[in-house]
C-alpha cells in the first residue's frame, strides 16, 4: 500500500521544483558525510523554515546506509503502539521512497510487538517531512518506517534490541534515523536548559538515563521513544559515540524567545 502526504504545503512546499530547491538548501549547510558510518541519525520534523537547517546539516553529515529504518513518535493516537508500515511507496511531491519489504518482514517475525499497521501513520508527519532529505541524498534509499506510542522502557528495550538482531543479520547495511522535536512551548532559555538534559543521556549512549530524565523533568521531547529504543539499538550494535550536530530553536527563526520549540541533530556513530 502507497502512502500519499498529508502535510505538503504546510510542513514543507507542496511543488516538486520548491521542495527540491529548499531541501538542497539545507542539505548545502552540511560540511560533508562523515567518514564514519552512521548507526543512529535524530532530526527534528518541524516546518521546515523552523527546523529544516537542522535537519540538512545532520543528515548531510551522517553517513547513511541505502536502507533506513525509520523511528518517529506518534503524535496522533491512530492505530497500534508499535506500528510497522510493510510495504508500498513512501510519495512526496517529485518523488518517493520504496519501503524495504524483505527488512520489514524481517522485523515484524523478530519483535512480536510490531505490527502491520498503516493507520498510525495516515495523518502522522513526524517521519513523512524527514522522506524529501533521504531522497535528496539518495534516490535509491530504502525505508522501514515504524511509529511507536508504547511508553515502556522494557517494551522500547525489547524492540531496540530486536532492531539490533535483525541490522546485525541483514544482507545489507541498515541505519536507524530518529524523529523527534525537542522541548516545546518554553522560553528560550528554559527550552536549552531542559533540552541540554536530555541531550546529555543521548550523549552517554544512555536510553534508560534519557528516558528517566525526560519523565522526570517533564522535558517535551516528542520522540523521546523511537529515540530511547534507537539508543537501545544502537547500543547492541557497538556504538561508540554520540555527537550533536546542529541545535536551534523556533526562537532563531521568528525571534520570538518567550515560547519556542527546541530542534537538535545528533549521530550516533
Not at 521542495?19 to 538542497?24: D, K, R, S, T, W
Not at 512480536?112 to 495516515?122: E, G, I, K, M, N
Request: aromatic share 6%; charged share 15%.
Amino acid at each position: 500500500m502507497d502512502r500519499e502526504p498529508v502535510v505538503a504545503g504546510q510542513f514543507y512546499p507542496a511543488g516538486a521544483k520548491a521542495l527540491a530547491a529548499e531541501v538542497a538548501g539545507y542539505l548545502a549547510q552540511a560540511a560533508g558525510p562523515s567518514e564514519k558510518p552512521t548507526l543512529v541519525a535524530m532530526v527534528p520534523h518541524a516546518g521546515y523554515v523552523f527546523s529544516g537547517a537542522v535537519a540538512g546539516k545532520t543528515l548531510g553529515e551522517a553517513h547513511l546506509a541505502p536502507t533506513i529504518i525509520l523511528l518517529g513518535p506518534n503524535h496522533t493516537g491512530l492505530g497500534r503502539p508499535m506500528a510497522l508500515w510493510p510495504d508500498g511507496v513512501w510519495n512526496f511531491p517529485g518523488g518517493g521512497l520504496e519501503v524495504d519489504q524483505e527488512l520489514a518482514d524481517a522485523l515484524l517475525a523478530a519483535e512480536p510487538a510490531l505490527t502491520p499497521d498503516t493507520a498510525a501513520h495516515s495523518r502522522e508527519h513526524s517521519l513523512e517531512v524527514v522522506g524529501p532529505f533521504l531522497w535528496a541524498l539518495n534516490p535509491a534509499t530504502r525505508i522501514v518506517p515504524i511509529a511507536l506510542a508504547d511508553p515502556r522502557l522494557a517494551s522500547l528495550k525489547a524492540l531496540g534490541e530486536s532492531l539490533a538482531r535483525v541490522v546485525a543479520a541483514f544482507p545489507r547495511p541498515v541505519s536507524l534515523v530518529v524523529s523527534s522535536d525537542m522541548s516545546h512551548f518554553l522560553s528560550q532559555q528554559r527550552t536549552k536548559d531542559q533540552d541540554s538534559l536530555a541531550l546529555a543521556a543521548v550523549l552517554a549512549l544512555d536510553p534508560a538515563g534519557l528516558l528517566s530524565v525526560v519523565r522526570e523533568r517533564e522535558i517535551s521531547m516528542c520522540g523521546v521513544l523511537p529515540m530511547t529504543a534507537a539508543l537501545f539499538a544502537a547500543k547492541a550494535l557497538g556504538a561508540t559515540s554520540a555527537r550533536v550536530v546542529a541545535y536551534a530553536t523556533s526562537g532563531d527563526v521568528n525571534h520570538d524567545h518567550s515560547r519556542v520549540v527546541g530542534y537538535a541533530g545528533v549521530l550516533v556513530e
